[in-house]
């Protein structure tokens, strides 16, 4: 991420110094070479700002840090240092399950940008509400489709704890049916309790470690 921002950087200087060059220098452009320095001023360096920047910016929006960056998920923030196992995202977070500095990316791959063309048109109405409209209580956000077992397999499948748990093993159908996504890893009695940002105010905390 500083690399990025390093040559974006880069990128911007020299095409306003070049910018500069050209715009106060006009005699410059009169040759041939001083029409391809005004080129590479004016159109190249600024569209090779605009590819860093836009690579820059989506790298950064896969971290953590910039996912509760909005207030309105400060509480979802909250739940991953519940002092509870029962919240999965916690349980995940808390032991290293998914890498902390991209914890929500890890588990929400198909969120808006990072989605398909549906993802991306909701991540476009979610800044349309974040700056001109109303965000909703943290408690009413939810998802917009059923949660993909995918995000839980891409990890877990194939490994021991996964296949020789008794839940898993107690129908010889409940696998297969879980990589189909038939049986959601998120049913009542399973995996159901996530955030459970509503319940925050009755919860403790953990603190890890300095």
Same mark, same amino acid.
């Given at each position: 991420m500083i690399r990025g921002d390093v040559l974006l950087a880069g990128f911007l200087l020299s095409a306003t110094a070049l910018a500069l060059l050209v715009g106060f220098s006009r005699a410059v452009t009169r040759s041939r070479s001083g029409k391809v320095l005004a080129f590479v001023a004016l159109f190249l360096f600024p569209a090779l700002a605009l590819g860093e920047g836009f690579s820059a910016h989506m790298e950064r929006a896969q971290s953590t840090a910039f996912c509760l960056s909005c207030h309105v998920m400060e509480n979802h923030?909250?739940?991953?240092? +519940?002092?509870?196992?029962?919240?999965?995202?916690? @349980?995940? &977070?808390?032991?290293? !399950?998914?890498?902390?500095?991209? +914890?929500?990316?890890?588990?929400?791959?198909?969120? @808006?940008? &990072?989605?398909?063309? !549906?993802?991306?048109?909701?991540?476009?109405r979610h800044l349309y509400v974040h700056y001109l409209g109303t965000e909703p209580p943290p408690e009413q956000i939810k998802l917009y489709e059923p949660y993909n077992n995918r995000e839980c397999l891409h990890c877990h499948d194939g490994g021991r704890k996964f296949l020789e748990r008794s839940a898993h093993t107690r129908t010889p159908d409940a696998i297969p049916q879980m990589r189909s996504n038939a049986l959601s890893c998120l049913s009542s009695r399973c995996h159901d309790t996530v955030h459970d940002v509503a319940s925050l105010a009755d919860a403790t905390f953990w603190k890890a470690p300095q």
């Open positions: 923030g909250r739940s991953l240092w +519940a002092d509870d196992s029962g919240y999965l995202a916690a @349980a995940h &977070f808390q032991n290293n !399950r998914v890498p902390r500095d991209r +914890a929500c990316y890890t588990c929400h791959t198909d969120y @808006a940008m &990072f989605g398909g063309i !549906r993802s991306k048109m909701r991540g476009l």
